[in-house]
């Protein structure tokens, strides 16, 4: 299920491929697990053919995280784009699995072509659906076999895997759990299985090592299960994983005490595994294995939020707008103000508190009325330190509930730095320097500046973490600034008296405003990665106005509303293909 080729039926490009195998046309070969089947930029000079296994295809684009493009299923082709157009590679394809392939020259495929149209009609279609897909960094193929492997002795996996299961099925998707008592089953019972069901989860106990090293070489994506609460083990054996584990795809899913406050240790089981995502589950948590459902299907919501100063407070309007409507939020990512917000949705602070924390840290006071001798900066950045150190204290990026992603701009590299372990306080810190505002933060040698200077909305950067759709609210467009606001004050002492001082001098506006405005082709890739694009009318707050906290906060909220009134479908399912 789930092939961009019908699998039921014999369709007209693997009746093209037995009949050019048969006549010496096509050739057959065996693509080890791990192997690359070709590269960005090689010329196309063959067209392929899946016949048995699972091939990945991935993409990196100048300036951004690698992009897991998807699966190739058997009876699927990989190439064609490039051979039809005549234009070098421009993915990755690896082999997912010891897989079967058959290639065929580009000059034998035309041939071929000419003689059964039907050939160039299927592949036209295909290429036509791969091609909406690439425009809105859609998936080619959504991963639909997925390993579940205990990490330690601590607890059992298969009730979890049940439970997933179980929300996966009532959202309308066939799905079956497998677990030991499928170690001596033949291949094609997997690969009859596999064609039968949307989704097959596979169990594996930490006392079934034979049953753990046939899981993890039969799956698209490998899960593996520990205690957080405990210590990891000192090895991990990779279980024939290796080939996932090189490719990024296999994460960790830590079960914590169902009356924990916040994780802890989650850095220590980052190290021990090498995952490429963290998830969080509480023992017994409907809501998280309904979570993780969504993150399985193609369904979990990603929510980005850019900078944008004091305008930033929209987000929590937006954020209000969402939870009212009942939209979850299963990823959260931002950059400079917006960092600081969806910090505090992952912490799981709810509405009540979201309100009364950031209120406190930079509503009744400013946070940016330490002024400095400006050498470095306006200000000493001693008021935001100490108010992210008392909202945030110690906690460690990895111990968030939800998975976390902020975005810092390093002055030493001339690219974007992107956080995703650490200390979250320090992450942050990084993603509010705003460059002459606040002093630069220093990481390793590395002078780290406000992210909005490099990547104001870091849609891009959620699209290579997660699969499903993705929520943006974007605070940067609009009327910003004008003469008025960089007009010098007619008089200090009254500029001073009057309490305007506390935003700081007109300079300030400046370089905040300098800071969060994104070049017209970063705003259109950033934007088309979003499939729900929230833009509230702040026209009216200055960047600065720290106690412009009310209008903000509703401009987000009516700016939410009206975007998903908008809609045609629940936001969960802008992404995902239709059951069955």
Wanted: hydrophobic share 45%; net charge negative; glycine share 10%.
């Amino acid at each position: 299920m789930g092939s961009l080729i019908d699998p039921l039926h014999e369709t007209a490009l693997e009746r093209l491929f037995d009949e050019a195998r048969q006549s010496g046309d096509a050739r057959w070969f065996s693509l080890p697990g791990g192997a690359t089947l070709y590269g960005p930029g090689e010329p196309a000079q063959e067209l392929y053919f899946l016949r048995a296994g699972r091939l990945g295809a991935f993409r990196r684009e100048e300036g951004q995280e690698r992009h897991f493009l998807g699966v190739i299923r058997p009876g699927e082709p990989a190439g064609e784009m490039a051979l039809i157009a005549g234009t070098p590679h421009s993915a990755q394809v690896v082999a997912l699995r010891d897989s079967e392939v058959l290639a065929m020259s580009r000059e034998d495929f035309f041939d071929a072509a000419d003689r059964d149209p039907a050939v160039m009609t299927e592949l036209a279609r295909l290429m036509i659906l791969r091609t909406r897909q690439a425009a809105t960094h859609a998936s080619i193929g959504e991963p639909s076999v997925f390993g579940f492997i205990a990490a330690d002795a601590g607890r059992k996996v298969r009730p979890l895997v049940d439970k997933i299961a179980l929300e996966i099925a009532r959202s309308g998707y066939s799905v079956t759990v497998t677990g030991v008592e499928a170690t001596h089953a033949p291949t094609e019972w997997f690969s009859n299985v596999e064609a039968e069901h949307d989704y097959v989860l596979y169990a594996a106990e930490h006392a079934e090592t034979a049953w753990k090293v046939i899981v993890g070489r039969q799956v698209d994506r490998l899960f593996r299960v520990g205690c957080g609460y405990k210590t990891p083990p000192a090895a991990l054996p990779g279980y024939a994983s290796e080939t996932l584990q090189q490719q990024q795809l296999v994460d960790l899913i830590l079960i914590q005490r169902a009356e924990a406050r916040h994780p802890v240790g989650s850095e220590a089981w980052l190290d021990a595994t090498g995952a490429a995502r963290l998830f969080q589950v509480r023992d017994g948590s409907v809501q998280d294995a309904a979570r993780m459902a969504r993150v399985l299907t193609g369904r979990s919501v990603g929510l980005v939020l850019s900078g944008g100063g004091a305008r930033a407070y929209a987000h929590i309007g937006a954020i209000q707008a969402l939870r009212e409507r009942g939209v979850p939020i299963d990823f959260v990512g931002g950059a400079s103000m917006g960092a600081i917000v969806a910090a505090g949705v992952a912490m799981g602070w709810d509405e009540a508190e979201m309100d009364v924390r950031i209120k406190d840290a930079f509503v009744d006071s400013s946070p940016l009325d330490d002024i400095a001798f400006p050498l470095i900066a306006m200000t000493h950045g001693d008021k935001v330190r100490g108010r992210l150190r008392e909202h945030f204290g110690d906690c460690q990026i990895a111990d968030l509930w939800l998975p976390f992603f902020c975005v810092s701009s390093n002055l030493t590299t001339g690219a974007y730095h992107l956080h995703r372990r650490g200390t979250l306080r320090h992450a942050l810190r990084a993603s509010i320097a705003l460059p002459g505002v606040m002093p630069p933060a220093i990481d390793n040698n590395n002078v780290l500046v406000d992210g909005a200077v490099m990547k104001n909305f870091p849609s891009d950067v959620m699209r290579s973490v997660q699969l499903g759709p993705i929520v943006g609210v974007d605070v940067t467009r609009g009327r910003s600034i004008t003469a008025d606001d960089v007009a010098r004050p007619s008089s200090v002492w009254r500029w001073i008296f009057s309490g305007e001082w506390r935003k700081g001098p007109p300079i300030v506006a400046l370089l905040m405003r300098a800071a969060t405005v994104s070049t017209g082709r970063d705003l259109i890739a950033a934007r088309e990665a979003t499939d729900l694009l929230v833009l509230p009318k702040v026209d009216g707050v200055d960047i600065r106005d720290w106690k412009a906290y009310e209008p903000a906060v509703s401009a987000g909220h009516r700016a939410a509303i009206a975007a998903l009134d908008a809609l045609d479908r629940p936001v969960t399912e802008l992404r995902k293909r239709r059951p069955g």
